[in-house]
Protein backbone atom coordinates (compact mmCIF):
# COMPACT_ATOMS: atom_id res chain seq x y z
CA UNK A 1 0.00 0.00 0.00
CA UNK A 2 2.58 2.64 -1.12
CA UNK A 3 -0.44 5.32 -1.68
CA UNK A 4 -1.75 5.19 1.41
CA UNK A 5 -0.48 7.49 4.01
CA UNK A 6 -0.88 7.37 7.72
CA UNK A 7 -1.37 10.36 9.85
CA UNK A 8 0.48 11.39 12.59
CA UNK A 9 -1.41 10.89 15.94
CA UNK A 10 -2.04 14.26 17.88
CA UNK A 11 -1.20 14.96 21.34
CA UNK A 12 -4.23 16.37 23.70
CA UNK A 13 -2.57 20.10 24.87
CA UNK A 14 -2.30 20.23 28.55
CA UNK A 15 -3.60 23.63 30.33
CA UNK A 16 -0.80 26.07 31.50
CA UNK A 17 -1.51 24.88 35.01
CA UNK A 18 -1.18 21.02 34.08
CA UNK A 19 2.24 21.70 32.58
CA UNK A 20 5.18 19.97 33.96
CA UNK A 21 7.12 21.39 37.11
CA UNK A 22 9.90 21.49 34.70
CA UNK A 23 8.48 23.69 31.73
CA UNK A 24 6.57 25.89 34.29
CA UNK A 25 10.04 27.08 35.55
CA UNK A 26 11.68 26.99 31.97
CA UNK A 27 8.92 29.55 31.25
CA UNK A 28 8.98 31.55 34.25
CA UNK A 29 12.53 31.70 33.91
CA UNK A 30 12.43 33.44 30.02
CA UNK A 31 14.02 36.80 29.21
CA UNK A 32 13.23 38.38 26.00
CA UNK A 33 16.30 41.21 25.30
CA UNK A 34 15.05 44.61 25.26
CA UNK A 35 11.91 43.72 26.78
CA UNK A 36 11.92 45.76 30.46
CA UNK A 37 8.72 43.72 31.59
CA UNK A 38 9.06 39.96 33.03
CA UNK A 39 5.30 40.31 32.87
CA UNK A 40 4.80 40.96 29.14
CA UNK A 41 6.99 38.41 28.29
CA UNK A 42 4.97 35.92 30.72
CA UNK A 43 1.67 37.45 29.24
CA UNK A 44 2.53 36.33 25.43
CA UNK A 45 3.80 32.86 26.93
CA UNK A 46 0.38 32.08 28.31
CA UNK A 47 -1.43 33.48 25.26
CA UNK A 48 0.85 30.84 23.05
CA UNK A 49 -0.17 28.07 25.49
CA UNK A 50 -4.33 29.40 25.78
CA UNK A 51 -3.71 29.62 22.05
CA UNK A 52 -1.75 25.53 22.00
CA UNK A 53 -5.38 24.56 24.44
CA UNK A 54 -7.97 25.88 21.80
CA UNK A 55 -5.97 23.94 18.95
CA UNK A 56 -7.88 21.17 19.96
CA UNK A 57 -4.70 19.15 19.78
CA UNK A 58 -1.23 19.40 18.27
CA UNK A 59 1.55 17.31 16.91
CA UNK A 60 3.87 15.90 19.29
CA UNK A 61 7.14 17.66 17.55
CA UNK A 62 4.89 20.96 16.68
CA UNK A 63 4.69 20.85 20.68
CA UNK A 64 7.92 19.85 20.81
CA UNK A 65 9.60 22.54 18.57
CA UNK A 66 7.35 25.21 20.63
CA UNK A 67 8.68 24.29 24.14
CA UNK A 68 11.78 24.63 23.25
CA UNK A 69 11.49 28.27 21.86
CA UNK A 70 10.03 28.97 25.06
CA UNK A 71 12.31 27.97 26.86
CA UNK A 72 15.22 29.42 24.36
CA UNK A 73 13.10 32.94 24.35
CA UNK A 74 12.32 32.73 20.71
CA UNK A 75 8.88 33.50 20.59
CA UNK A 76 9.11 34.89 17.02
CA UNK A 77 9.82 31.79 15.58
CA UNK A 78 6.64 30.02 18.89
CA UNK A 79 4.46 32.90 17.61
CA UNK A 80 5.09 32.29 13.23
CA UNK A 81 4.44 28.77 14.10
CA UNK A 82 1.22 28.99 16.22
CA UNK A 83 0.24 31.42 13.58
CA UNK A 84 0.10 29.82 10.31
CA UNK A 85 -1.28 26.20 12.28
CA UNK A 86 -4.84 26.03 12.47
CA UNK A 87 -6.99 24.90 14.99
CA UNK A 88 -8.62 21.26 14.13
CA UNK A 89 -12.06 21.58 12.92
CA UNK A 90 -13.58 19.31 15.46
CA UNK A 91 -12.00 19.86 18.89
CA UNK A 92 -10.87 23.35 18.44
CA UNK A 93 -12.36 26.26 19.56
CA UNK A 94 -11.19 29.02 16.73
CA UNK A 95 -12.47 32.35 18.40
CA UNK A 96 -10.09 31.74 21.50
CA UNK A 97 -7.08 30.46 19.21
CA UNK A 98 -7.38 33.93 16.75
CA UNK A 99 -7.97 35.98 19.63
CA UNK A 100 -5.40 34.65 21.99
CA UNK A 101 -2.37 34.81 18.58
CA UNK A 102 -4.02 38.61 17.92
CA UNK A 103 -3.03 39.73 21.88
CA UNK A 104 0.18 37.60 21.50
CA UNK A 105 0.83 39.52 18.32
CA UNK A 106 -0.15 42.84 19.68
CA UNK A 107 2.05 42.77 22.67
CA UNK A 108 4.84 41.68 20.87
CA UNK A 109 4.83 44.47 18.35
CA UNK A 110 5.33 46.34 21.34
CA UNK A 111 9.01 45.14 21.50
CA UNK A 112 11.63 47.22 20.52
CA UNK A 113 12.51 46.63 16.64
CA UNK A 114 10.04 43.88 16.07
CA UNK A 115 10.16 41.40 13.37
CA UNK A 116 8.17 42.68 10.03
CA UNK A 117 7.02 39.13 10.04
CA UNK A 118 5.08 39.68 13.19
CA UNK A 119 3.27 42.60 11.85
CA UNK A 120 2.32 40.76 8.61
CA UNK A 121 1.72 37.44 10.88
CA UNK A 122 -0.71 39.42 13.61
CA UNK A 123 -2.51 41.25 10.10
CA UNK A 124 -3.11 37.66 9.30
CA UNK A 125 -4.40 36.61 13.09
CA UNK A 126 -6.90 39.41 12.95
CA UNK A 127 -7.87 38.46 9.42
CA UNK A 128 -8.68 35.34 10.62
CA UNK A 129 -10.52 36.62 13.97
CA UNK A 130 -12.92 38.54 12.31
CA UNK A 131 -15.31 36.26 11.42
CA UNK A 132 -15.19 34.20 14.51
CA UNK A 133 -15.79 38.04 16.78
CA UNK A 134 -19.82 37.67 18.37
CA UNK A 135 -21.52 41.29 17.45
CA UNK A 136 -22.86 43.25 20.20
CA UNK A 137 -26.97 43.27 20.22
CA UNK A 138 -28.23 46.51 18.65
CA UNK A 139 -28.63 49.48 21.60
CA UNK A 140 -31.56 51.03 20.21
CA UNK A 141 -35.12 49.84 18.62
CA UNK A 142 -36.67 50.55 15.91
CA UNK A 143 -39.76 51.77 16.52
Not at 33 to 59: C, H, K, N, Q, Y
Not at 76 to 105: H, K, N, Q
Not at 125 to 133: G, I, Y
Amino acid sequence: MSGVRRRRPVVPVLPAHRLPAKARSAIASLRIPGWGSDLAELAVVDLFLTAMDAMGGIRAGHRHGLQRWFTTGNLTAAYLSLVFARPLPRTGDPATYWTALTTAGELLTTAPNPDTRIRHALTHCRTEAAPHQKSAPPTSHAG
